[in-house]
């Protein structure tokens, strides 16, 4: 019986730049039923070639380091992942709400003063830069 070769992980890599399971699992030092495990739980979502393949994308790479590390690192179980991870997509959410809103107030603010703000930009006077004097010891009177 012939033996098969021995993948290495750019053989396994496809072109889109996903991973095959036995490539991510080998690149992590884990079982590929703990991807597996990791997808049931809602974890790792990989997404899935025409033939039903699991095949992991860059972001998904970056996700499945950060749950190892919450695992590995900080012994936080499974169920401590899921709420780490639900809590960090709602802070990514509202950090983009608060960025639109800051972006609605600029322009709101700045909507129909805009000679304004140009004339006093024009209107600061520019200084040249000058090297700071050095400081001599102060002497206290008092002391002599």
Same mark, same amino acid.
């Given at each position: 019986?012939?033996?098969r070769?021995?993948?290495?992980?750019?053989?396994?890599?496809?072109?889109?730049?996903?991973?095959?399971?036995?490539?991510?699992?080998?690149?992590?030092?884990?079982?590929?039923?703990?991807?597996?495990?990791?997808?049931?739980?809602?974890?790792l979502?990989?997404?899935?070639?025409?033939?039903n393949?699991?095949?992991?994308?860059?972001?998904?790479?970056?996700?499945?380091?950060?749950?190892?590390?919450?695992?590995r690192?900080?012994?936080?179980?499974?169920?401590? *992942?899921?709420v780490?991870?639900?809590?960090?997509?709602?802070?990514?959410?509202?950090?983009?709400? *608060?960025?639109?809103?800051?972006?609605?107030?600029?322009?709101?603010?700045?909507?129909?003063?805009?000679?304004?703000?140009?004339?006093?930009?024009?209107?600061?006077?520019?200084?040249?830069?000058?090297?700071?004097?050095?400081?001599?010891?102060?002497?206290?009177?008092?002391?002599?």
């Amino acid at each position: 019986m012939p033996r098969r070769k021995k993948k290495n992980e750019t053989e396994t890599r496809t072109l889109t730049g996903y991973y095959h399971i036995s490539a991510v699992a080998r690149m992590y030092n884990i079982h590929p039923q703990t991807l597996r495990l990791y997808e049931r739980e809602g974890l790792l979502k990989p997404s899935r070639s025409q033939g039903n393949t699991r095949l992991y994308s860059e972001e998904d790479l970056r996700r499945l380091e950060l749950i190892l590390n919450l695992i590995r690192d900080l012994g936080v179980n499974l169920a401590g *992942v899921e709420v780490i991870l639900n809590m960090r997509e709602k802070l990514q959410q509202i950090e983009a709400q *608060v960025n639109e809103l800051l972006d609605f107030i600029k322009e709101e603010f700045y909507k129909g003063r805009e000679e304004e703000f140009e004339a006093k930009r024009r209107s600061l006077v520019h200084l040249p830069v000058t090297k700071p004097m050095p400081a001599g010891k102060i002497e206290n009177k008092s002391e002599k």
